[in-house]
């Protein structure tokens, strides 16, 4: 049930093994984390709705997060639409929602640790240049402090000789050196905390266990490895869902198919979704309300069907 007060678990709780979720051990814990940048778009949905039956099949929780700390990009009233519609497809939630703009003294604590432990460097590479560098690796260039007299950012200093290695539920086995991954900004030239390092922090201190989302964010999982490493948090299992595209295989935009907030035929539109996920709901379900139809979903949910697919096309 939404609005129930919210309670915490710390990283303590991992086994010997690091997977943060052996059976019959750790509670599974899942969560969905929107950005309020907009409406719920059909791609969110789909992740959102994925999430939850995995979560709900288990017999566990499933928490839902705010991703507001990129504040330039944030729509005021969004991310009560965003829990509107959540509501309206019966995508309820345990314990109170989390805002990240209400936790950065978390981040920032996070990010002093892991200076602390001679872990970061200031960047004071353009954005134009950063940009450039990204979309090859970050090589190092401000790795002996910075190279030019300018705003800085954080980041954090990858291993060039580490191996980062996953099984991801539905993509399979993943890994990446510390070379290809290259050194992540945590916090911003403009001051705020990035994502990568936010949710590290938050997955540990709501005691998430299992992460699904899209296949988009497959490429942050290493990152997100080898932060939880420097900071002593226990590993989660992940589990990186298809994502929705456009026919020209391009990634679903939000601006072009948004989800209304009050949508006039929820259950339709979940039986969509689910099709989308390759659970084949019976016909017999059309025509009933949400709670029949993710009531089915819950107990047939079968993410074995999704096993190595990373894109779904967008419904009609």
């Known amino acids: 049930m939404s609005g129930a007060s919210a309670s915490t ?69 969004s991310a009560a639409q965003i829990l509107r519609t959540l509501e309206a497809y019966g995508l309820t939630w345990d314990h109170e929602v989390l805002y990240q703009s209400a936790r950065i003294e978390r981040y920032a604590a996070a ?41 800085t950012a954080t980041r954090f200093r990858i291993d060039r000789e580490a191996c980062v290695q996953f099984e991801d539920r539905l993509q399979g086995p993943s890994t990446a050196s510390g070379a290809e991954l290259g050194d992540v900004i945590i916090r911003r030239r403009d001051g705020l905390y990035a994502y990568q390092l936010a949710v590290v922090v938050d997955d540990a201190e709501q005691g998430v266990t299992e992460v ?15 932060l939880q490493r420097a900071l002593g948090l226990a590993r989660v299992r992940y589990a990186h869902l298809p994502v929705v595209v456009e026919p020209d295989g391009s990634k679903l935009a939000k601006v072009r198919r948004s989800a209304a907030a009050a949508p006039r035929q929820p259950a339709a539109q979940l039986l969509t979704l689910l099709g989308r996920l390759r659970q084949d709901p019976p016909s017999e379900l059309a025509g009933e309300p949400p709670g029949t139809v993710l009531d089915w979903a819950v107990r047939h949910w079968d993410p074995g069907a999704l096993r190595g697919v990373k894109t779904v096309p967008a419904p009609a």
Not at 11 to 40: C, Q, W
């Open 9 to 77: 678990a710390t990283a303590t709780t991992a086994t010997a093994d690091g997977a943060g979720n052996a059976p019959g051990r750790i509670p599974y814990v899942g969560r969905f984390a929107p950005s309020p940048t907009g409406e719920l778009h059909l791609g969110s949905l789909l992740a959102a709705l994925g999430s939850y039956l995995d979560a709900r099949h288990h017999g566990g929780r499933w928490l839902v997060r705010i991703e507001d700390l990129d504040r330039p990009r944030v729509i005021p009233g």
């Open 111 to 151: 990010a002093r640790r892991l200076t602390h432990l001679g872990l970061t460097f200031e960047c004071s590479c353009s954005r134009r240049r950063l940009q450039e560098l990204e979309e090859r690796g970050y090589p190092g260039t401000c790795r002996n402090g910075p190279t030019v007299a300018a705003p």
């Open 212 to 226: 699904v989302r899209g296949a988009d964010l497959l490429p942050s999982t290493a990152w997100q490895i080898e």
